[in-house]
């Protein structure tokens, strides 16, 4: 199967690495690779503008944003964990902004979306060659918005609007509010509230972006970053140069790269099993498989 | 290059938008023609009334059941062309002609009309109303590398044709709409929210509601873009895995 013996995609090099920018660390959920890369390229016309997760009308519910400014891009720091058609705005980032070399950041599934609209751009007139950095974001599942109001203000007690930072990681889902107040459920509870489709996901680690992190693997205040391919090794190396990041040998760092690991091949094997039993859900008939 | 292959353009009901699109390949039409294809048939484009014998056969536009002579050419453009092409919406789902009702002068009993594939075996679906400039460049190049190229480009070719060519066999597409994203996708629980489709609508009828795409069903021409832009609908992972590379090439083959 897909990815079966290469779980963490293709990669040319990967680094535990932080922002050297304070701004820009107050309000990243990690190291504020994704913040620090899109405002260094923009800086250097390396992009034009970039596809983000910007505030929305409710509190923590995305919407896709075209950034052509830092303070742009300072808005939309932090995860947010539901779901942010970015891929939406695409074609508007490429022809009512007119930008041509659009950064874009996205979850794997949405890698993929900018990818096939460069492979296969059906509906994507003008795009292929305008996407000039794709940077890809670790992702075990999103939720539907609806599902962050179950959880946030039924399961944690905590209303959404007062909520200063969520996070997931060592087996908990957390919500911190602006008062100090800390609230944590198990993921056992909130895995029923994801997202179904994905489900069928078997990418982790964004596979397909010029640049992938998350803090998986890295100590806390710091990300992984998986360096993919030449455009993305170049824009890496430019923003090293200029002092952009601050980096450590993926080798030297806990809980390192074999944390990484595990958690891809979970996610794998675990969605690779939904996809066996989508295959025989019915008597003798089942649901496609779309990545077949 | 004196391998070149020959390519047509055939011409049922619709709006020259494919071709035009075709055209806004610029300087890469050139290329595509000074290197690698002859254009041997296409109105106003090629000084030949009748369809000749050709590698490729580009089909813009639905049959007309009721125009005869569009009858005569859709079939005589099978079996002249060993490969046939759906070039836009209108040949491979019908699109806006799904719509016609007649009464237009100066042949108002010209009322029904169908994709292509309901009246012939065809092999290569190129969806979108337009199709892009693009996936135009993309087919062109693969499917010349798939007739000419030396064994490891025929494979990749190959593996990046083989969903356009089973879009071309789908029992659905040749019928799809807004629809066809929601039964394909949306219903059997494979949609993430990406808003692929929501961009790739032409007419803006998909817009995202919490995440999901909700389609103004009446405002949809069935050009069947949104399905097949989604990343769920098909996705060729080899394909895709290389996509660095692939992209590079297609882009250097006609722009470079």
């Known amino acids: 199967m897909m990815m079966a013996e290469n779980v963490l995609g293709n990669y040319k090099q990967v680094i535990s690495a932080r922002s050297t920018d304070k701004e820009i660390l107050a309000g990243a959920q990690d190291g504020g690779i994704v913040t620090q890369l899109l405002a260094f390229a923009l800086e250097t016309g390396i992009i034009d503008g970039a596809i983000v997760a910007g505030p929305g009308y409710e509190p923590w519910k995305p919407e896709p944003m075209v950034a052509t400014c830092r303070e742009e891009l300072l808005d939309a720091r932090g995860t947010k964990y539901n779901i942010c058609p970015n891929v939406r705005l695409i074609k508007e980032a490429t022809r009512s902004y007119g930008l041509d070399r659009v950064g874009v950041v996205g979850v794997p599934c949405q890698v993929q979306g900018f990818r096939k609209a460069q492979l296969y751009p059906v509906g994507m007139r003008d795009v292929p060659d305008k996407i000039a950095l794709v940077i890809g974001i670790f992702c075990m599942e999103v939720f539907p918005y609806q599902s962050m109001v179950q959880m946030v203000e039924d399961h944690a007690g905590t209303k959404l609007e007062s909520v200063k930072k969520m996070e997931i990681g060592k087996g908990k889902f957390t919500v911190y509010t602006e008062r100090g107040g800390v609230s944590a459920i198990p993921l056992k509870v909130t895995h029923k509230y994801e997202q179904p489709g994905c489900h069928v996901c078997l990418d982790y680690v964004a596979n397909l972006a010029d640049v992938s992190c998350g803090s998986v693997g890295s100590p806390d205040g710091w990300s992984t970053v998986f360096v993919r391919t030449m455009a993305g090794d170049s824009i890496w190396a430019k923003a090293l140069a200029a002092g952009c990041f601050e980096t450590q040998p993926m080798e030297k760092v806990k809980p390192g790269l074999d944390l990484t690991t595990k958690l891809a091949t979970e996610k794998i094997t675990k969605h690779q099993k939904v996809l066996d039993e989508r295959k025989v859900m019915g008597v003798n008939k089942g649901l496609r498989n779309p990545y077949l | ?256």
Request: charged share 20%; proline share 4%.
């Open chain 2, 1 to 256: 290059m004196a391998d070149k292959i020959t390519i047509g353009h055939v011409h049922m009901s619709g709006c020259t938008g494919c071709l035009v699109s075709l055209a806004d390949n610029y300087e890469g039409l050139f290329s595509l023609l000074d290197g690698y294809a002859d254009l041997v048939y296409g109105l106003t484009l090629a000084d030949v009334r009748h369809i000749p014998k050709m590698d490729v056969a580009l089909v813009e536009g639905s049959v007309c059941l009721q125009d005869k002579l569009a009858v005569e050419e859709i079939n005589e453009t099978r079996k002249k062309a060993t490969i046939v092409v759906a070039l836009g919406a209108c040949a491979c789902s019908g699109n806006i002609n799904r719509f016609d009702r007649g009464g237009q002068a100066n042949q108002p009993q010209h009322e029904s009309f169908v994709p292509i594939s309901d009246l012939i075996d065809v092999d290569v679906f190129i969806p979108g109303c337009a199709p892009t400039p693009q996936l135009i460049r993309n087919v062109a190049v693969t499917a010349y590398l798939f007739l000419k190229g030396n064994a490891e480009q025929k494979a990749l070719a190959g593996k990046y044709l083989k969903p356009l060519m089973d879009l071309a066999k789908s029992s659905f597409v040749s019928k799809a709409s807004f629809n066809t994203l929601m039964q394909e996708v949306i219903n059997l629980g494979l949609c993430m929210g990406c808003g692929s489709c929501s961009a790739a609508c032409p007419v803006r009828a998909i817009h995202m509601e919490y995440g999901k795409p909700q389609g103004e069903r009446d405002l949809c021409i069935n050009c069947g873009a949104c399905y097949s832009q989604c990343p769920r609908s098909f996705f060729p992972i080899e394909v895709m895995n290389g996509f660095e590379s692939t992209h590079a090439l297609m882009k250097s083959v006609m722009n470079g």
